[in-house]
């Protein structure tokens, strides 16, 4: 499309001149021009010629044609005596209308495209810096120990919680963030947001998973671990049981001691803790038949069988 049709005077051609057929006719570049009633010339900018195979076809036609005459779009066209009547047949019928109206549109959507693309890669090349400095948030947050979230979270509020306050303080300091909270304070819920109490969710969510990865990793490595469950109730009365891995690291020899994961139990049958047991590892793709070689619980009467 960006190169357009093959439109080739008698200059450029080998032997300065067109092919012949067996009757001595050729193609006329003058085809390459309709001429009005009132004299005036338009080019034919669907009409593309072919000095290889000496015979013409439909641009539109190829590229966005529907229907069209196999002629003038895979065998191409090449009965010079009657080429003056066929080509004004051909570009008055609804098949070639339809498709160079399609040609029309694009080649006036084609400049936009490199802006749009552009914009594009900008937008996302700012989404990923914004994104990054969110997850530094979220491993400082989580490297203290500390709370994510406010009691009030509002613009005006003088306390956001320590999330949205770290937001606020790193935006004085990066131009990526300073122009990402100025967008959500003028738009609101309107524009998309990476700090609400969802997408907080979703980065924690992110880095625990990345870190249970590294963990899963090292421990396939050292093959041999042991285990230690423990469980006590939060805040709202809820049994949380803890998965404690120890193993030793394969690169330095250091006894490593990490927590695989944290599930809610209502029951702490030795029944139910097995089967809790039994899927934290699967699901970690962790050979504990084979490769545990310590355990210790707490409530070891509940799980002596």
Not at 168 to 190: C, D, E, M
Not at 291 to 303: H, P, W
Request: one cysteine or more.
């Amino acid at each position: 499309m960006e190169w357009g049709p093959c439109q080739p005077t008698c200059d450029v051609l080998p032997n300065k001149e067109f092919l012949k057929d067996k009757d001595g006719r050729h193609f006329h570049a003058g085809w390459y021009y309709r001429t009005h009633t009132d004299g005036t010339k338009t080019r034919r900018n669907w009409l593309t010629y072919s000095p290889s195979l000496n015979k013409i076809f439909c641009l539109d036609c190829i590229l966005l044609g529907r229907k069209t005459v196999k002629a003038w779009v895979k065998d191409g066209f090449s009965h010079w005596k009657n080429m003056g009547i066929a080509i004004v047949n051909h570009e008055t019928t609804n098949a070639h209308i339809e498709a160079s109206l399609k040609m029309k549109l694009r080649e006036s959507v084609l400049p936009l495209i490199p802006s749009l693309e552009v914009n594009r890669k900008s937008s996302v090349a700012l989404n990923r810096e914004i994104v990054k400095q969110l997850i530094d948030i979220t491993v400082f947050l989580g490297r203290h120990c500390l709370p994510f979230r406010g009691h009030r979270e509002r613009w005006t509020d003088q306390l956001k919680g320590n999330f949205k306050d770290l937001v606020l303080l790193l935006s004085q300091h990066s131009p990526a963030l300073a122009s990402h909270v100025s967008t959500l304070k003028l738009k609101g819920r309107k524009d998309i947001s990476f700090i609400s109490w969802d997408r907080q969710n979703l980065l924690i969510e992110s880095v625990s998973e990345y870190i249970s990865q590294i963990i899963q990793s090292d421990i396939i490595s050292s093959r041999i671990f042991s285990v230690s469950l423990d469980s006590t109730f939060d805040i709202s009365r809820k049994e949380q049981v803890s998965f404690i891995i120890r193993y030793v690291n394969e690169t330095n020899g250091t006894v490593m001691e990490r927590l695989l994961a944290l599930r809610e139990s209502p029951c702490t049958s030795g029944v139910h803790l097995s089967e809790l047991f039994q899927n934290v590892f699967n699901n970690h793709n962790l050979d504990w038949k084979s490769n545990l070689v310590g355990q210790s619980y707490d409530g070891a009467a509940n799980m002596s069988g």
